[in-house]
């Protein structure tokens, strides 16, 4: 029997596929507290050396400290490569993930250039060693794009100037084509930024999201009832999740408290 779903009759609130892009300090690994608090039991994959933001969340990681070398769990040794294995085994899915997290999409890509770099070291084809890594580096974020969760992926941005002499920023990967593809994998991309006011005995800093492309930012979401402005005051990708899942009810009761602390 022939009988297409309509579009119209979709849920909105569907799981969420982010790439979060930012500088350093901005608050990226703390993203994923939120994550813990909305949507429960998450695991991350961590290039990183440390996720001190988090030790106050009961979250389940593991470490990779290479693409694809040694993978021991009981010498405390893991590869990204080894980890996405285990990933697929039964007892991972046993464990009834609700998110999955990668910190940071600029470890892991450093980890398979080196891995690459070792295995083309006699290769004088460069075009080879860079064809495989784009290939490697984008099969590895669809892999991850697709999990069946809530998937949150951190990146940091890089600054580009353009052939007009205006600065972009991408994300913080070897090989700019690579790097221009990404933001195309993920339905929302939500770049950090950070401005200091004050003076320097009393600074304020503050934190935004960017949802679009602003000031040289490549951001973007899919956000069909228009919800979101191309920059939230928050610096918690949560939050806009949660204005993009609201009810037209909900949204325009948010609005009128909103308006009336404005009015204050």
């Known amino acids: ?10 849920e ?10 930012a500088h350093h300090g901005w608050g990226k690994t703390t993203q994923f507290g939120h994550y813990a608090k909305e949507y429960g039991k998450g695991f991350i994959l961590s290039g990183e050396s440390g996720l001190m ?3 106050d969340h009961d979250i389940d990681y593991l470490p990779f400290s290479s693409w694809d070398g040694p993978h ?11 980890i996405v294995r285990q990933m697929q085994s039964p007892e991972f899915k ?13 470890e892991l890509a450093d980890r398979l250039l080196e891995t690459l770099e070792e295995k083309h070291k006699d290769n004088k084809n460069t075009f080879e060693k860079w064809g495989e890594y784009a290939r490697l580096l984008t099969g590895a974020l669809k892999w991850i794009r697709d999990l069946p969760t809530h998937v949150c992926v951190t990146c ?12 972009e920023y991408w994300p913080m990967v070897k090989g700019a084509k690579v790097g221009k ?48 402005t191309p ?11 949660r204005l993009m899942d609201m009810s037209d009810e909900q949204f325009a009761d948010y609005n009128s408290k909103i308006n009336s602390k404005k009015g204050k």
């Not at 934190?207 to 919800?227: F, N």
Request: aromatic letters at 8%; proline letters at 4%; a neutral charge.
């Open 1 to 10: 029997m022939f009988k297409p779903k309509k579009t119209c009759d979709a």
């Open 12 to 21: 909105l609130n569907e799981i969420s596929k982010l790439l979060i892009m």
């Open 53 to 55: 933001s988090v030790k």
């Open 72 to 82: 021991d769990p009981e010498k405390d040794v893991y590869s990204f490569r080894g």
């Open 94 to 106: 046993a464990m009834g993930y609700k998110w999955i997290g990668l910190d940071s999409l600029t």
């Open 156 to 167: 940091l941005a890089q600054e580009e100037t353009n052939d007009n002499g205006v600065i």
């Open 181 to 228: 593809q990404i933001p195309g994998l993920f339905d929302h991309v939500f770049c950090g930024i950070r401005s200091t006011d004050g003076d320097r005995d009393n600074p304020v800093v503050t934190r935004r999201l960017i949802t679009d492309e602003v000031r040289g930012w490549h951001g973007k979401t899919r956000d069909p009832r228009g919800r979101l």
């Open 231 to 241: 920059i939230m005051d928050t610096a918690n990708v949560v939050e806009l999740f």
